[in-house]
Structure formats: structure tokens, C-alpha cells
């Protein structure tokens, strides 16, 4: 294969995150610029599998910079874990002339990503997108900043009812292994505890606080729950838990769910989708292959898919600090 790239491969892949559209058009318009070829891929790694592709140009991206999901649609595609289905899909490629690939998602994809590389040798830069913010050597991933809103704004509104009613509620939040988005909506919220993956609190700390919170003459209180710290116990064994200790609260739960992932992306995804495109672009024409583009100190940067994938994202813990002090 020469080192001169010619047509370069888009997709998404995992769950969508707003910001993705704003990344292929930015994919789109960046080769459009350079004079390259491009073609968008269905359904992530499945579509490649299927060969459904077609063809981009500057004009296929009108009027997405503001859409949330993806035009591309997105999968989780399990064929594309056997080595069959990954020959399937080279053969594909290379049928349509494709010869790099820009894949817009989160570990899982990046993972599927380096193993298609080490075994066919194809160029492949990735984009962060998940609004989990789980991903190292990026400080922001694609539809975190919108998803971290989203929350708030759902919170604002919870804030009223529990007010007017003196009642907990329990907000889950998404966030599979990582605190990232409870942590910061519920500082932003108001949120009087914020349990995550992290940081272990604990069922007896939980009710400390809880009962701290009412002698302090707080009459109404939100908890922000990552969907993956349950304590051990699901949200709603956990309201059952608190209101059999404590049974001055009255308790509710609510759970996001999906609506987290969907929206109109934020400014700042927009811009951030906007710069990686052209990163991850210009990168496959100066040779590379295997990075992922993101952001450090405001600055694009590149990261080794490898270390991607396995360093892990840390939280600030300092903002647990800041969360215990503003809930005084
Ligand atoms: O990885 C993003 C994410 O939204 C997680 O926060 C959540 O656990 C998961 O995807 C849900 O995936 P699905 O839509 O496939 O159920």
C-alpha cells in the first residue's frame, strides 16, 4: 500500500454521543479540503463488515453541526470480534478503495480499532466519543460537556419537586465504570452526596451525612448516583435501605437513562468535534497511524490508541473536597 492516502473511511461505533455529527462533518469537510476522498461507513464496525458505505462530500454535512446522535448510526458489533468477521471487513475496504480509517467512539471501538491495525497493518486514527469521559489523554471526550448540562438542567427541575414536597431523591446518572459525570453535574447541581465507582462512601457514611444534612436544617436533598456505584445494592434497594434507617426521608429515584445521551451538542462539543476532525485527518496524511486526538491543557494532542484504552481517566479528586464543602 503506498503512504499516500486517497480515501479515507468515517464511523462511529458504541454509543452515540452528541458531538459525533459535529466530528464527520468535520472528517468530511477537512478531506474535502486536502483533496481526499471520502466515505462514510454504517452502523460502526458492523456496516464495515456489510460494506455499506457511500460516499461523502462537503455538501452530505449540511446541517448536522447541530444534531445530536449520528448520521452514521452506531453499533455494537459482535461479528467484528472474531477474526472472520475482521477479514470480512478488510475485504471490504479494500474493494471500495478505502485505505485509512478515522473511527469515532470509545474504548470498545479504539480496542477493535488496534487489533484490526495489528493484524492488516490499516492506518487508523481515533476520536473520543462518549459522553462518559472515561478515556485517558483527552481531558474532554465528545458529548460529555452536553451530557454534563443535560443532567443539570434534569436536576434544576427535580430540585423543585423535591423542595416543594421535603423529599430525597436519588438521581442515577450514566457513567458505567466512571464517576466523571456525577461527580461534576452534581457539583454543579447542588447535590448534597455523590457516589461513584471511585470513591467507595459506604451505606453507613451515606446515612452520617444524610442525617448531618437534616440536623442542619435542610429539609430537601438530591444524591447523585453513577450507574455504576450501587454500593452493592440497585438505586432502588438503596432508597428502600435509607428510608427503613431513616425514616424522616422520604425518598424517590430517578434514573436519567438515555435521555443523557441525546440532544443538541453544547458549544464547546461542537468546537472540540470541529478540531479533532481536522487532527485526526491531517494526521493519516502525515503517516500516522494508531493515535487518538484530544485534548490536553486546550491543546490537540495525539495519544497511542494502547495507552488510550488502558491508562485509565482519573478523577479530580479534588472535587470531592469541593462537593464536601459546598454541601455544609
Ligand atoms: O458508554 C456510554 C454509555 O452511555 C454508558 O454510560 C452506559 O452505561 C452505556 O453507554 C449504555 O449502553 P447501551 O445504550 O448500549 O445500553
Known amino acids: 500500500m503506498s503512504n499516500k492516502i486517497n480515501k479515507i473511511g468515517v464511523l462511529t461505533s458504541g ?17 474535502a479540503y486536502h483533496k481526499i476522498e471520502c466515505v462514510g461507513i454504517y452502523r460502526g464496525y458492523q456496516g464495515m463488515i456489510e460494506g455499506d458505505f457511500t460516499d461523502m462530500g462537503p455538501r452530505s454535512v449540511n446541517n448536522i453541526v447541530n444534531k445530536g446522535g449520528t448520521i452514521l448510526k452506531s453499533a455494537r458489533s459482535t461479528e467484528f470480534r472474531t477474526a472472520e468477521g475482521r477479514k470480512k471487513a478488510h475485504e471490504q475496504l479494500l474493494k471500495a478503495n478505502v485505505d485509512a480509517l478515522v473511527v469515532i467512539g470509545g474504548d470498545g471501538t479504539f480496542t477493535g480499532g488496534l487489533l484490526f491495525n495489528s493484524e492488516y497493518n490499516f492506518p487508523i486514527i481515533g ?5 462518559d469521559n472515561d478515556i485517558f489523554g483527552t481531558t474532554h471526550t465528545l458529548g460529555y460537556d452536553t451530557a454534563l448540562n443535560t443532567v443539570v438542567e434534569c436536576i434544576d427541575k427535580i430540585r423543585d419537586t423535591a423542595i416543594s414536597h421535603n423529599r430525597l431523591f436519588f438521581v442515577e446518572v450514566m457513567g458505567r465504570d466512571a464517576g466523571h459525570i456525577a461527580l461534576n453535574a452534581g457539583i454543579g447541581a447542588g447535590a448534597e452526596e455523590i457516589l461513584i465507582p471511585e470513591e467507595k462512601l459506604g451505606l453507613d457514611r451515606l446515612l452520617e451525612s444524610l442525617k448531618k444534612s437534616k440536623a442542619s436544617g435542610k429539609s430537601s436533598s438530591i444524591v447523585v448516583i453513577a450507574e455504576g456505584d450501587k454500593i452493592g445494592k440497585s438505586v432502588f434497594e438503596l432508597k428502600d435501605y435509607v428510608e427503613t434507617n431513616l425514616p424522616e426521608y422520604d425518598v424517590r429515584v430517578s434514573v436519567l437513562g438515555h435521555m443523557q445521551r441525546g440532544g443538541s451538542p453544547s458549544c464547546f462539543d461542537r468546537v472540540l468535534a470541529s478540531r479533532l476532525g481536522v487532527k485526526a485527518v491531517e494526521s493519516l496524511m502525515e503517516g500516522k497511524s494508531n493515535y487518538m486526538v484530544g485534548l490536553q491543557n486546550n491543546k490537540v494532542e495525539l495519544t497511542p490508541l494502547e495507552q488510550a484504552i488502558k491508562s485509565k481517566s482519573e478523577i479530580d479528586i479534588e472535587l470531592l473536597r469541593v462537593s464536601d464543602i459546598m454541601s455544609t
Open 15 to 31: 454509543g452515540d454521543s452528541p458531538g459525533m455529527n459535529a466530528a464527520i462533518r468535520s472528517v468530511v469537510r477537512t478531506c
Open 127 to 131: 476520536i473520543p466519543g462518549t459522553i
